[in-house]
């Protein structure tokens, strides 16, 4: 059975910096895309970064530059850097999985949670001006 935990989330104030972990398991083969989502209150979940399983990654405009994406396949681990956070990055924030071997990183970014298979439980990020 797959599981995806994330962890890392917590208060800080603008200009600070969190790193979220994701550990998965369960998974039988390393070709899929996997990403992080965020969603805020009264706002649609979105898509902040993705990447495949060639180290292939995108991002959502409003975090290009503040924000890094990577994984370690050895430890199942997928890694958010967040830097230079802002009031507005305050959402609970998610780790998803898009089995198909053949997943597309800029459409599962846009596109979302309909091609998303797994979901971890999520991570609280508030920042604070």
């Known amino acids: 059975q797959v599981h995806l935990v994330e962890s890392g989330g917590g208060s800080v104030q603008a200009g600070g910096s969190l790193r979220l972990s994701c550990a998965a398991s369960?998974?039988?083969?390393?070709?899929?895309?996997m990403g992080w989502f965020r969603q805020a209150p009264g706002k649609e979940r979105e898509g902040v970064a993705v990447?495949?399983?060639?180290?292939?990654?995108d991002y959502a405009d409003s975090v290009k530059g503040r924000f890094a994406i990577s994984q370690d396949n050895a430890k199942n681990t997928l890694y958010l850097e967040m830097n230079s956070l802002k009031p507005e990055d305050t959402a609970m924030y998610y780790c998803?999985?898009?089995?198909?071997?053949?997943?597309?990183?800029?459409?599962?970014?846009?596109?979302?949670?309909?091609?998303?298979?797994?979901w971890g439980q999520g991570t609280q990020v508030t920042v604070s001006s």
């Open positions: 998803a999985a898009d089995r198909d071997p053949t997943c597309d990183i800029l459409v599962m970014l846009t596109a979302g949670s309909p091609l998303v298979d797994d």
């Open positions: 369960g998974y039988t083969h390393t070709s899929r895309c």
């Open positions: 990447i495949d399983s060639d180290g292939s990654t």
